[in-house]
T-cell receptor, first 114, second 111 residues
Framework: DAGVIQSPRHEVTEMGQEVTLRCKPISGHNSLFWYRQTMMRGLELLIY????????DSGMPEDRFSAKMPNASFSTLKIQPSEPRDSAVYFCASSPVGPIDTQYFGPGTRLTVL | GENVEQHPSTLSVQEGDSAVIKCTYSDSASNYFPWYKQELGKGPQLIID?????GEKKDQRIAVTLNKTAKHFSLHITETQPEDSAVYFCAATRGGNQFYFGTGTSLTVIP
């Protein structure tokens, strides 16, 4: 059974460029989460979706960040324009049906903005 | 909202010894407590979890205990091995998929 799939695994870009991170959740899971991990702030929840609908985006740092989930098997996190302080590891996680269920994390995308 | 504190931030043990990591939480309504292990360059992986109706859960060398009255839960690893070296995160949630993570414990097992 494939786990959560993220692409790319590494992204290096220059300040001002648009960055798009991609995620394929585990089949059958109905919740999807985007996290950002840095040494300073640890794991931060950016946004999560339930049945493809954004439920809570209060963790999205600013308008430069946007996320979409057009269908149950695909989500994107976009940063436009990117800034050096956006450098971090971005994780996608998914969770199966249920009021309280475990989140399963992908391998992450390491983003470096020069 | 929930506040999860995790201690210690770093922990070194000799191979074969036990390791204990502790977390406290603030929201008495939290009722699910997973533990994740994150190896270098990888995403967090669930290693064990416990729900509020259980006081202890064990899986081979790993155990988790929960004290709802004191609002703390702990991860216990016995007979540690070098491959146990990683960063461990606790989390708490009252449901609705909103997890609150601790700040992580970097465990080093010295051969």
């Amino acid at each position: 059974d494939a786990g959560v799939i993220q692409s790319p695994r590494h992204e290096v870009t220059e300040m001002g460029q648009e960055v798009t991170l991609r995620c394929k959740p585990i089949s059958g899971h109905n919740s999807l989460f985007w996290y950002r991990q840095t040494m300073m702030r640890g794991l931060e929840l950016l946004i999560y979706f339930n049945n493809n609908v954004p439920i809570d985006d209060s963790g999205m740092p600013e308008d430069r960040f946007s996320a979409k989930m057009p269908n149950a098997s695909f989500s994107t996190l976009k940063i436009q324009p990117s800034e050096p302080r956006d450098s971090a590891v971005y994780f996608c996680a998914s969770s199966p049906v249920g009021p309280i269920d475990t989140q399963y994390f992908g391998p992450g995308t390491r983003l470096t903005v020069l | 909202g929930e506040n999860v504190e995790q201690h210690p931030s770093t922990l070194s043990v000799q191979e074969g010894d036990s390791a204990v990591i502790k977390c406290t939480y603030s929201d008495s309504a939290s009722n699910y407590f997973p533990w994740y292990k994150q190896e270098l360059g990888k995403g967090p992986q669930l290693i064990i979890d416990i729900r509020s109706n259980v006081g202890e859960k064990k899986d081979q060398r790993i155990a988790v205990t929960l004290n709802k009255t004191a609002k703390h839960f702990s991860l216990h690893i016995t007979e540690t091995q070098p491959e146990d070296s990683a960063v461990y995160f606790c989390a708490a949630t009252r449901g609705g998929n909103q997890f609150y993570f601790g700040t992580g414990t970097s465990l080093t097992v010295i051969p």
